[in-house]
Each structure stands twice: as structure tokens, then as C-alpha cells.
């Protein structure tokens, strides 16, 4: 399986951009796509899900300006602090998580 993401780039603060997230291969049955991200220095930290079933799930710092869906991450009113690189990642029915190689997104206030 791989996963590759597109969209990453250089932005002011308020700005918006999306990423996007192209999967190939034989994933088999898929629980839900995510993304997370990792600033210099910082942890990986989980971003949004977007289950099969439809739900969602964001991080309290993205509530309300980033929207996921199933391929997509829409990311509006960006602060300096979303600053990361942007992995995206699927999870198996089989309990196997798949990664992108990565995007940068830069925000400058």
C-alpha cells in the first residue's frame, strides 16, 4: 500500500489550503482514513479520522476550521502554530495502519 500526499505549501495566517491523500495498492477492507502532524521538535500528534461509517474525529486545536473527509483534509483560518508536516494515514479492518512519506505545510504570521 502506498499513500501520497499532495497539497502542502507556504501560507499567510487566515489562510487556507488542502491536502489530499492518494492511496494504491491492495489495502484490503479500511476502518477509516486520518492525518496527523509533526512540528520540529514535537511529537506526532493525530490530527482528524474520518471513519467509514461516516464519523469524525478532530483534535480540540483544529475543531471548527479543518474538515476531513475521505481523502481530504480542508484546513481554513491556518495559525503559525498548524506549522507541521502532515502524514496521512489509513487504517485496516486487519489492524494494519499505513503512512504517507509526508507534506509540509508553513504558516507565517
Known amino acids: 500500500v502506498q499513500l501520497v500526499e499532495s497539497g502542502g505549501g507556504l501560507v499567510q495566517a487566515g489562510e487556507s489550503l488542502r491536502l489530499s491523500c492518494a492511496a494504491s495498492?491492495?489495502?484490503?477492507?479500511?476502518?477509516?482514513f486520518g492525518w496527523y502532524r509533526q512540528a520540529p521538535g514535537k511529537q506526532r500528534e493525530l490530527v482528524a479520522t474520518f471513519s467509514i461509517g461516516g464519523s469524525t474525529y478532530y483534535a480540540d486545536s483544529v475543531k471548527g476550521r479543518f474538515t476531513i473527509s475521505r481523502d481530504e483534509l480542508t484546513m481554513n483560518m491556518l495559525k503559525p502554530e498548524d506549522t507541521a508536516v502532515y502524514y496521512c494515514?489509513?487504517?485496516?479492518?486487519?489492524?494494519?495502519?499505513?503512512w504517507g512519506q509526508g507534506t509540509q505545510v508553513t504558516v507565517s504570521s
Open positions: 495498492g491492495r489495502t484490503g477492507s479500511i476502518n477509516a
Open positions: 494515514t489509513l487504517f485496516s479492518a486487519a489492524g494494519l495502519q499505513f
